[in-house]
């Protein structure tokens, strides 16, 4: 049985907009998993006379706000204000503390070029794709030499997005781009896969067939689409489908919409989350 957590300070009647990471808080707790949570996406901006105000009068957290008060006129780090504001909540575990006040302290050693390329990473890793859109785009159009390799980065991650939210031209295009710039292989074999996606089998055919070059690429796209197919079939998803067929076939219609309708709201819930903040 995990440990009781004693909360502190009072729910606030207004919210705290963390805007770096996108999101509401409403108890210096909220707060805590934020930071522990969050801890790459949040810089200088993130600990100012705002966030102070808001954990004096919102959570009646006098002493806490007039302590980090005086550590920022002492220009102390973020690193240490979020750990003043950790330790004196007690919400997480030590090690969550310390882990938190390594990555700010990492992130503060690192140039806005480099911060803002580990935070689109990071972005787009946990799912949050207009906001990494949004720093892979800054990159782009406000980094003066911008090498090829790392351009091809960007575009190639680019793709990735476009793809999981369905935007297969889009995707296409991206990761064209990014073979273009970087010469990468596995680009080219994204590119034929959102391609392969955005036009009917006919035109696929035809495109591959014209196109000698991509003859290979187009065998190992082909390989890894059966591998998946392989592993789809033994997935939860497609025994459920499975079960649909036997109980359309036995007549048993109750039961049949009962698992179509799991099945469609599982989907749905995925596809929600998937597309938060969903590029237009």
Not at 113 to 118: F, G, H
Not at 120 to 134: C, E, P, V, W
């Amino acid at each position: 049985m995990s440990k009781p957590i004693l909360c502190i300070g009072t729910y606030a009647k207004t919210p705290f907009h963390i805007e770096k990471v996108g999101k509401n808080v409403y108890c210096i707790e909220e707060l805590c998993y934020i930071l522990v949570n969050n801890a790459f996406l949040l810089d200088e901006d993130s600990f100012g006379d705002d966030l102070f105000d808001w954990i004096d009068h919102e959570c009646s957290l006098e002493k806490l706000s007039d302590e980090l008060r005086s550590m920022a006129m002492k220009k102390c780090s973020i690193a240490s204000l979020a750990g003043t504001i950790l330790d004196y909540v007690g919400y997480n575990s030590k090690k969550e503390v310390d882990r938190t006040e390594e990555i700010l302290r990492a992130n503060a050693g690192m140039d806005v070029y480099r911060k803002k390329m580990a935070r689109a990473d990071f972005l787009l890793k946990n799912g949050r794709y207009s906001m990494a859109f949004k720093e892979y785009e800054f990159l782009l159009k406000n980094t003066d030499e911008l090498d090829k390799k790392t351009k091809a980065k960007i575009e190639h991650n680019e793709g990735v997005m476009y793809a999981r939210l369905f935007l297969f031209e889009r995707a296409a295009d991206m990761f064209f781009k990014a073979y273009k710039d970087g010469g990468d292989k596995e680009s080219l074999v994204q590119y034929l896969g959102a391609l392969r996606m955005s036009i009917s089998d006919k035109e696929y055919v035809s495109f591959v067939t014209d196109n000698d070059e991509l003859y290979e690429t187009s065998m190992t796209l082909e390989r890894k689409v059966n591998e998946l197919e392989e592993l789809f079939g033994s997935s939860k998803t497609n025994l459920s489908v499975g079960t649909l067929a036997v109980y359309k076939a036995e007549g048993k219609m109750n039961e049949y919409y009962d698992v179509v309708g799991n099945i469609t709201q599982q989907l749905k819930s995925e596809y929600r989350d998937l597309v938060k903040g969903k590029v237009g």
